[in-house]
């Protein structure tokens, strides 16, 4: 793929564009795009998402890396997966949804930004004791709900980029935005556009 490719794709229609922040709207517009698609597009042999994010809600990234993981399952022989801008934060665990590395691509310039994601909630200060009881075991189901998640989220980066627990947890211990090279060397990327 290169950028003559990825404007005829456009010009056929089958170029999905997902950016901003990765919340209800983000997945609301991949499934409107790929409806669109669907639409215009009586064979479906390519597609292309080009992947701009600033990062957002573990939630609906999950949902979002389904819908993608889906889409490229049934509905297009071969899904490229396009960085552009930056993708950072719950952005970066979408790619994953191609788990060739060959059919993810980024343009130079574009930066990466991993860290650790982490499941938030407000601290309560409660008096009641039974009530004290409760927020006990909430937070604990968090403290779970935490765990898994990062077991899930760990599990697809290790198996698309083909780097260790270790060598990702580093990168999360120290974030930093990665260049293009940088992040098609740490396996994020496969390749440059060109």
Not at 70 to 78: A, D, I, L, M
Not at 177 to 192: C, K, P, Q, T, V
Request: proline share 3%; glycine share 8%; net charge negative.
């Amino acid at each position: 793929m290169d950028c003559k490719g990825l404007e005829d794709l456009a010009r056929r229609g089958a170029v999905i564009h997902l950016s901003g922040e990765v919340n209800e709207d983000l997945v609301t517009s991949f499934r409107k795009q790929q409806k669109e698609f669907y639409a215009n597009t009586e064979r479906r042999p390519e597609a292309a998402i080009v992947l701009t994010t600033t990062g957002g809600l573990v939630t609906k990234g999950v949902a979002l890396y389904n819908a993608i993981d889906s889409f490229r399952k049934g509905g297009v022989e071969r899904l490229w997966l396009i960085g552009l801008g930056t993708v950072r934060s719950m952005g970066v665990y979408l790619l994953p949804a191609q788990p060739d590395p060959a059919m993810r691509l980024v343009f130079p310039g574009t930066t990466l930004y991993h860290h650790l994601a982490t499941i938030t909630r407000e601290n309560k200060v409660v008096g009641n004791a039974d009530r004290h009881q409760y927020d006990i075991a909430e937070h604990q189901a968090f403290v779970e709900m935490d765990r898994m998640q990062d077991e899930f989220l760990g599990k697809l980066l290790m198996e698309a980029t083909g780097r260790t627990a270790e060598e990702l947890s580093a990168l999360e211990r120290n974030p930093r935005y990665l260049n293009a090279d940088e992040a098609i060397f740490m396996g994020f990327y496969g390749s440059r556009m060109m």
